[in-house]
């Protein structure tokens, strides 16, 4: 009688799809319960054996627009369009408090959890998205700082305001988009932690937090609009300031954001497989 391999005798070897592919949406819903459980870490590791817990969400971004608020406000005098600066600048600084952050977390998350990499095979394009999500709960705990300032100021909602979920997910294109790009690079060049600094720097001089977009040449207004964040700082300040919403500065760069991240998935995919062996 011909012997053969038992079932007990068969490895399946699970790896990870090779080429550049885009983001497998289904794999990605088969592990959600990882991803919670991940982004539930992230979230209680950032918090674990603090005194003041979640308030330094608030503190954080409490103490940019203070400092701002005088800086610019008073002893600069930045024009903010007749808004009160405290209230202009409020709007910016809490979206670009979780993008600068989400960028950091999800840039070195790979770095960060190596330790998981070759153990098991799960999609590795967790460890960028936790990063993105996990800071979610900051923002989300920092809106007490806007919906305070507007109650203060008396604004009234405006029909723009149904707009603002469409601006969270723009908002979180952007960390997503470079997160993937810089994960992924991270892995061979650990200069990516410290470019991201200067990367940081200058987007935060070159979209519209401190400063209005009006204060830009109209002649320059199609190139400095390519800035994604200029479009979710401009789209945060229609909707809850009740302004014009500026569509001419929200799409430009709006197709980068998207750019980025098809970009990103794609370079993420490829250079998947070799995770393990680099890091």
Not at 47 to 67: D, E, H, K, R
Not at 173 to 202: C, E, N, T, Y
Not at 209 to 227: C, D, G, K
């Amino acid at each position: 009688m011909a012997h053969g391999k038992q079932p007990d005798d068969i490895t399946v070897v699970i790896k990870p799809r090779s080429g550049w592919e885009f983001i497998d949406f289904r794999e990605l819903g088969a592990y959600r319960d990882l991803l919670f459980f991940l982004v539930w870490r992230d979230i209680k590791v950032i918090y674990a054996q603090t005194i003041l817990g979640f308030a330094w969400a608030v503190l954080n971004p409490l103490a940019q627009i203070i400092i701002f608020g005088v800086v610019f406000g008073h002893v600069a005098n930045v024009s903010s369009d007749g808004i009160p600066y405290i209230l202009f600048s409020s709007v910016a600084i809490i979206p670009w408090t979780y993008m600068s952050e989400a960028m950091q977390n999800s840039s070195q998350s790979l770095v960060a959890g190596q330790g998981m990499l070759d153990k098991i095979y799960f999609p590795r394009l967790l460890f960028p998205l936790t990063g993105v999500l996990s800071k979610l709960v900051d923002f989300v705990v920092s809106l007490i700082i806007l919906l305070g300032l507007l109650v203060y100021y008396r604004v009234s909602p405006t029909v723009n305001l149904l707009l603002l979920p469409f601006f969270v997910i723009y908002m979180m294109l952007i960390p997503a988009g470079i997160g993937m790009w810089l994960s992924a690079l991270a892995v061979r060049f650990r200069d990516v932690k410290f470019a991201l600094q200067f990367i940081i720097r200058m987007l935060i001089y070159t979209a519209p937090i401190v400063y209005s977009a009006s204060a830009i040449p109209a002649r320059y207004r199609l190139l400095y609009s390519v800035n994604p964040v200029v479009g979710v700082v401009e789209g945060f300040r229609a909707c809850l300031l009740g302004a014009a919403m500026p569509w001419p500065y929200i799409l430009p760069g709006l197709l980068f954001a998207l750019l980025l991240v098809i970009s990103g998935a794609f370079y993420f995919r490829r250079m998947e497989e070799s995770f393990a062996d680099v890091i």
